[in-house]
T-cell receptor, first 115, second 116 residues
Framework: AQKITQTQPGMFVQEKEAVTLDCTYD???????LFWYKQPSSGEMIFLIY??????QNATEGRYSLNFQKARKSANLVISASQLGDSAMYFC????????????FGTGTQLKVEL | ETGVTQTPRHLVMGMTNKKSLKCEQH?????MYWYKQSAKKPLELMFV???????ENNSVPSRFSPECPNSSHLFLHLHTLQPEDSALYLC???????????????FGNGTRLTVT
């Protein structure tokens, strides 16, 4: 079974609008962390934001925020005021407390920001 | 500029060649990783080195051979590859602290490998 599911292969958003990228996860470990990465066409994976399973508040980092709904096992990324430079692949990933150092990734969502 | 440097950026090799991918991290991290990224598939973890000791090997074929001579350098030696091994190979590093799961991986730009 997939541990990380991203159901949106592609998304479009108009410049200056907000967009939500979906991520659901599956784990029985009570301790886990969720990460979002951005991958432009250049190939580098850029870390955006982190949410811990015990964090009481949703994580925010500039224009990025994480809509963390623990009971639903979802960790959606919200990008506010989209910019053309936000066009990229976005990956959700999880590290389980009992899973060693590794991150497990979803299949990604291709976001295109339009004028 | 990324704190993780990968060379070469692009590599084309025949199935009988031997080549190596190099990764260097300038972040003082104690763990390094190799991931494979193929089209329309999740990133696949290949190897993890923590404190220069291999701690994970995800059933990777023996034609891929990692080497970690110190905490800053990681190599992936390639020999007799197959066309399906063509992919983007990403190196990453992180600081591992026991009981702490919040440290992100920092990635390099990757090596785009084409096997002909």
């Amino acid at each position: 079974a997939q541990k990380i599911t991203q159901t949106q292969p592609g998304m479009f958003v108009q410049e200056k609008e907000a967009v939500t990228l979906d991520c659901t996860y599956d784990t029985s470990d009570p301790s886990y962390g969720l990460f979002w990465y951005k991958q432009p066409s250049s190939g580098e994976m850029i870390f955006l934001i982190y949410q811990g399973s015990y964090d009481q508040q949703n994580a925010t980092e500039g224009r990025y925020s994480l809509n963390f709904q623990k009971a639903r096992k979802s960790a959606n990324l919200v990008i506010s005021a989209s910019q053309l430079g936000d066009s990229a692949m976005y990956f959700c990933a999880m590290r389980e407390g009992g899973g060693g150092n590794k991150l497990t990734f979803g299949t990604g969502t291709q976001l295109k920001v339009e004028l | 500029e990324t704190g993780v440097t990968q060379t070469p950026r692009h590599l084309v090799m025949g199935m009988t060649n031997k080549k190596s991918l190099k990764c260097e991290q300038h972040l003082g991290h104690n763990a390094m990783y190799w991931y494979k990224q193929s089209a329309k598939k999740p990133l696949e973890l290949m190897f993890v080195y923590s404190l220069e000791e291999r701690v994970e090997n995800n059933s990777v074929p023996s034609r891929f051979s990692p080497e970690c001579p110190n905490s800053s350098h990681l190599f992936l030696h390639l020999h007799t590859l197959q066309p399906e091994d063509s992919a983007l190979y990403l190196c990453a590093s992180s600081q591992v602290v026991a009981g702490n799961i919040n440290s992100p991986l920092h990635f390099g730009n990757g090596t785009r490998l084409t096997v002909t």
